[in-house]
């Protein structure tokens, strides 16, 4: 590994290695850009992760302290833990699914396709399908999507055998095991799956694509990158032009660090993101970088979501294999008949009992909580996931009252579910509910919405400047050397889960930058 | 709840057997599961006491707590029926003394490894080779599905041969259900009122739809 000195100010400085971050970082040190990587987390290996949810859970998740508000369950249930997200090299990479659908064309342009919905901050893209398609493409090949290029479909596990026969049966066909960034076979140097049933856990067998297992080992051979695991960013620091010009960050010993850089991209996920930049509010910047719009950390979005799951009379064992290997489409139109604007997915999910204990109702107990339990072994599951709507005061903010072991203020997160989230939810649960009737289900629950893995939008992507944070390349508009990288650009939220975009978007952005540094512009 | 503070001594008391019976009931009462036997809710038990013993506050709530549930059940909390004393709990469910033990008992009860075997639930498989000889897609009381996605036209060919009473194979993987509902076109019926059960108590939805807009 190559290392910067803290004074070069050469280098692209990242923050966050998640798939954002992770994917401009491998983009530009694979053509010869120097990378310095800083990571809040530390490194783990494959052979450190466990086949134990709980285990798993504290080794990586982001447990930094975080408050909320707001009418959604969460600030209840969870009212520390708004999101589950990674802390460690890869980010949520490590934790994510691995289901790639794309976005719809229409899910780019909603403003127009919806038309005004009240107390929504609904905006088209300035990007669409297809100028995003080649990056799409090259992100599935770079994922080793199923169902994609070539890439052969995973085989049906038991829990999507159920999803399967139940959405044929109710008039469904939009279904398959993929696309899903795990190999069935092996490809790019890495195995295909055994079906461990522990991918959420970081997939000790590496069949998961992720920014841990194949962007870091092969940025590091480029001789280009400078990985900084243990490294908190607390500022980006601007010179007397107002570009950025470095970043402050707390070592593994402790101790505050400057590095200089020639561009910083930002990709520290959707709730750490927009704290950054109001963390880096200055006399010339009073509320925040990047924020003259005042658009910074509003518009947070966290797809409606909701689980059911399902007992039958015969096992399903729904926790052996792929947990999301099943992908239903039929609901991502935009159809105003079902009471809701836009749609959702249908995919199959899995817990294990000490999750499922945790999550299927929290702060329920007492023989309608245990009969829940009592049913695991025959059990399906599935997961709604749907665009919900943007909205103004859905927003991270500094909380003014509490600090972290740094002395940081903590971010705080407030969030009230719209109206149309709520029809859509209500709607996918009933969905849910048919379809496993179908097949002979003799009850269902419905769980609420887990901490939420889909963090979107408090950075937003707008044509002009005054509507939102970042340009159609991730550019700050106010910053000509700050780019945002991760899902924090999301202008809306489509309901395809945001991996895949994610990917598409930075790898869009990366060639982007190597253009201008090339052309000698930043 | 506030502070026993007529009551210092308790902070250093041992907790007595009678009170780790009374504790061990309440896990059984909250969580019951005709299969399990007592060993894992004992050692939930134990691992309640041990957190608990970790904050003063968490320590005093326990103790007093497990203290006044004889007295709340008449007597003795553990010779109350089952009825009798899921009722008191009921009662007392808003106290920091209950939400204390529900939590840890979810947290401890269902990460069990004894209750995962109850369960039926194998967990880690890394180190035998995953699932993947080891019933990963064994169920078979559900035909076996499509797994690439759906093709149109592959299937309306394959319809179509079907119709001609010919034995055309649908390029699109291998045959769902054998039942034929509605054409691709079709959107999806809504559901109909279900005669099967739903443990929907703890949706905030059936009050919230009220405030949607459907434009139907």
Known sequence: MTTVDHGDDSPVVVIGSGAGGGTVAYELTKQGVPVVLLEAGPRLSPEDYVNDEWKAFNQMAWLDPRTTSGSFRLARDFPNLPAWTVKAVGGTTTHYSGATPRFKDYEFKTRSTYGPVDGTSLLDWPITLEELEPYYDRAEIKLGSTHRHGRPPLPANNNYKVLANGAERIGYRQYATGPYATNAEPYDGRPGSIQDGFNFQGDKNTSKWSINVREIPKALATGNLDLRPNSHAVQITTDASGRADGVLYIDPEGNLQRQRARVVSLAAGTIETPRLLLMSASPRFPDGLANSSGHVGRHYMRHTTGSVYARFDQPVHMYRGEAMAGIIGDEVRHDPDRGFASGYYLETIALGPAFLAAFADPGAWGPEFTKVLDSYENTAGLWIVGEDMPQETNRVTLDPTATDKHGLPVPHVHFDDHPNDVAMREHGYRQAEMLYDAVGATGAHRTPPYPSTHNLGTARMSARPEDGVVDSYGRAHDVPNLFVSDSSVFTTGAAANPLLTIVALATRQADFVLDELRKGNL | ?216
């Open chain 2, 1 to 216: 709840m506030t502070p026993p503070e007529s009551n210092p001594q308790s902070v250093t008391t041992t907790l007595t057997d009678d009170a780790r019976r009374v504790l061990v009931r309440v896990i059984q009462v909250a969580f019951p599961h005709p299969r399990f036997p007592d060993a894992p809710y004992e050692r939930t038990a134990q691992r309640i006491i041990d957190a608990a013993r970790e904050s003063t506050w968490s320590w005093l709530q326990l103790t007093q707590g497990l203290r006044s549930l004889d007295d709340l059940a008449s007597g003795s909390f553990v010779d109350a029926d089952d009825e009798q004393a899921f009722a008191l709990l009921r009662g007392i469910e808003q106290t920091d003394f209950f939400n204390l033990i529900r939590r840890l008992s979810v947290l401890n009860l269902y990460d069990d490894h004894e209750v995962w075997d109850l369960l039926g639930y194998e967990g880690p498989s890394f180190e035998k080779g995953g699932y993947l000889h080891r019933g990963f897609n064994d169920l078979d009381w559900l035909p076996e599905p499509r797994i690439t996605e759906y093709d149109a036209e592959a299937e309306a060919a394959a319809k179509a041969g079907a119709d001609a009473g010919t034995d055309t194979a649908g390029s699109a993987g291998q045959p769902g259900s054998t039942e034929q509902l509605g054409s691709p076109e079709q959107p999806p019926p809504e559901r109909s009122p279900a005669a099967t059960s739903r443990d929907a108590g703890n949706q905030p939805s059936a009050a919230e739809t009220t405030m949607t807009e459907v434009t139907r």
